[in-house]
């Protein structure tokens, strides 16, 4: 299975250091506040097409709170769809932002383990499987989404579904543009106690 790419050398278009609108330097505030670095992102993509941010932020918001799925299967989607497209920014943000949640670091990298692994349930499988295929052949094949009514509500298939194409957009504006991991991972990995790596935890 495809690793998350190494970091690059650096971003294709140079960093805009000054941000650009109240949203703007609001977000830099609260990443140098939270992390003590800014988000990549923020000095490439977000100054150059200001009116994006706020819809954009919006869809990210609802990603993070408006799913009805459990949170470790939401982070395993997303970690999966990057690892798949290789976008190592990507990759390290989800982690670094279900890490802030507090979820086991080891329930995460589970997320790129092989369909038959033990750690999945067949509710985790069946997820996975899904975007495995789709991020293959652009598509679902009908077993596959057979296994996905076995499984979820036809509330939460829509979101698998939503989750994966918004995931796999967000790598496919990162990786061209020469974005890497920005390291957050690191700085935010918290010193707990694991929980028991296996299936899926709910809400």
């Known amino acids: 299975m495809?690793?998350?790419e190494p970091r690059r050398p650096g971003p294709r278009l140079a960093p805009?250091?000054?941000p650009v609108g109240l949203i703007q330097r609001l977000m830099v505030w609260y990443f140098r506040l939270r992390f003590g670095r800014v988000m990549s992102a923020l000095r490439v993509v977000y100054p150059r097409i200001p009116g994006f941010t706020f819809g954009h932020l919006s869809l990210v918001r609802f990603a993070q709170v408006g799913l009805s799925l459990e949170p470790v299967l939401r982070h395993r989607v997303e970690l999966r769809v990057s690892a798949r497209n290789r976008c190592g920014f990507c990759g390290d943000l989800s982690k670094a932002m279900a890490l802030l949640e507090g979820h086991d670091e080891r329930?995460?990298?589970?997320?790129?383990?092989?369909l038959d692994s033990p750690l999945y349930d067949a509710r985790t499988r069946a997820a996975l499987a899904y975007v495995d295929e789709v991020l293959r052949d652009h598509d679902a094949q009908q077993p596959t989404f057979?296994?996905?009514?076995a499984h979820f509500e036809e509330r939460q298939i829509m979101e698998i579904v939503w989750l994966t194409a918004f995931t796999n957009y967000h790598n496919m504006m990162a990786r061209p543009l020469g974005l890497s991991s920005d390291g957050?991972?690191?700085l935010v990995r918290p010193q707990r106690e694991p929980l028991e790596v296996g299936v899926s935890s709910r809400r």
Do not use: H, S, V
Request: proline letters at 10%; aromatic letters at 4%.
């Open 2 to 4: 495809p690793d998350i």
């Open 16 to 18: 805009i250091e000054r």
């Open 107 to 114: 329930l995460l990298d589970t997320a790129n383990e092989p």
């Open 146 to 149: 057979d296994a996905l009514r």
């Open 184 to 186: 957050f991972c690191e």
